[in-house]
C-alpha cells in the first residue's frame, strides 16, 4: 500500500475536501458537522485558517485522508501559529497518520520562527487529548461554555453601564490592547475574520460581542465575553443591561470562555457551566 502524500490544502478539491471534512467529523464529541464548500471556507475563516499552511494527506488517487488546517498571527512575542481544525477519515485512524500530520504541523511552524502552536481540544476527546500531551502540549486554561434564561439572571446591586456601540473593528482595537493571554476564538483575530458578525458593546474594562441568530428567535448567542477586572463590575453591568432588554432569551455561550476572562462573572450572575468544554493547549517552539 502506498503511503499518503501530505500536500497543501490549497492543492486539494475544495469538494472533496469538504467531504473528508464532514467523514471525519461525523459522530463528533460536540456534534456531527456537516459543511457544504461554502460553508466550509466560512468555518475555516472564522478559524483564521491559511489553505498555504494547511496540509492534507491524500492518497495516490488524490483522495483526502486527512488533514491539519493551520493559521499563523502575530502574538506580542512573536509569531504563533494555532491548529483550527484536525481530522482523519475513520479507516484511516490508528494508522499513525494523525502523528505525521502533527509532527508536520510542528516542524513546518519551528522552521517558520513560530514561537508556539496551539490549539483547542474537548476533555471529553481523551484520544486526541492523550495524542497532543505526547507531542508536548500544554493546558494553559480551560474553556467553558455558559447558558442563562435571560429572566433568570441575577439582578443585584451594581453598576448598569451604557455601552458604547462598537463597529466590530474597533472592538478588535480594544481588545488587542488588553494584555491578557485570550484564546483564538475570544480574541481580535476572531472579530477581524470577515465571517464574524454581531454587535460589540463596550464599557470599562469589559467587551461583550452577541448575535440574535436569525433562525431561532429563542436564544441569543455571546460571541465574546472579556472582563480585564471582574472586581469592576463592568460585564456584569453588560450582561445584566443585555438580558433587560432581551427578557425572553436564552443567552449562550459555547465552550470558548476561560473562568478568569469573564467566565466566574457569568456564574456569578447565575449562568450555568456546560459539562462539555475545552482545553487551550501550547506548546513553546522557541
Known amino acids: 500500500m502506498t503511503a499518503p502524500t501530505i500536500v497543501a490544502a490549497g492543492e486539494v478539491a475544495p469538494q472533496a475536501l469538504a467531504e473528508a471534512f464532514n467523514a471525519s467529523f461525523a459522530h463528533y464529541v460536540a456534534g456531527t458537522m456537516t459543511l457544504d464548500v461554502p460553508g466550509l471556507a466560512a468555518f475555516l475563516a472564522r478559524q483564521g485558517a491559511d489553505a498555504v499552511l494547511s496540509r492534507v494527506a491524500v492518497d495516490a488517487a488524490g483522495r483526502p485522508l486527512g488533514f491539519v488546517f493551520i493559521g499563523r498571527r502575530p502574538e506580542r512575542d512573536g509569531p504563533r501559529c494555532r491548529v483550527g481544525a484536525m481530522g482523519l477519515l475513520p479507516e484511516t485512524r490508528g494508522s ?91 480574541s481580535a483575530h476572531l472579530l477581524r475574520a470577515p465571517t464574524t458578525r454581531g454587535t460589540a458593546w463596550q464599557a470599562g474594562t469589559a467587551l461583550l460581542v452577541f448575535d440574535l441568530p436569525p433562525q431561532d428567535d429563542s436564544m441569543l448567542a455571546l460571541r465574546v465575553v472579556h472582563e480585564a477586572d471582574a472586581a469592576s463590575g463592568s460585564l456584569a453591568g453588560l450582561v445584566r443591561r443585555l438580558a433587560a432588554e432581551h427578557p425572553q432569551r436564552r443567552l449562550q455561550m459555547p465552550a470558548l470562555l476561560a473562568p478568569q476572562l469573564g467566565g466566574d462573572v457569568l456564574e456569578q450572575l447565575g449562568f450555568v457551566r456546560q459539562p462539555l468544554h475545552q482545553y487551550l493547549m501550547r506548546r513553546a517552539l522557541h
Open 96 to 186: 499513525g497518520l494523525a502523528q505525521a500530520l502533527l509532527e508536520r504541523a510542528i516542524t513546518e511552524a519551528g522552521g517558520r520562527g513560530d514561537t508556539a502552536i496551539e490549539l483547542e481540544v474537548f476533555a471529553q476527546n481523551p484520544r486526541a487529548h492523550r495524542l497532543y500531551l505526547s507531542f508536548g502540549f500544554q493546558e494553559v486554561m480551560p474553556l467553558h461554555g455558559y447558558t442563562c434564561g435571560a429572566s433568570a439572571v441575577r439582578h443585584a446591586e451594581g453598576p448598569a453601564p451604557v455601552p458604547a456601540v462598537l463597529p466590530l473593528a474597533a472592538a478588535a482595537d480594544w481588545l488587542a490592547r488588553q494584555v491578557t493571554d485570550m484564546p483564538f476564538q475570544q
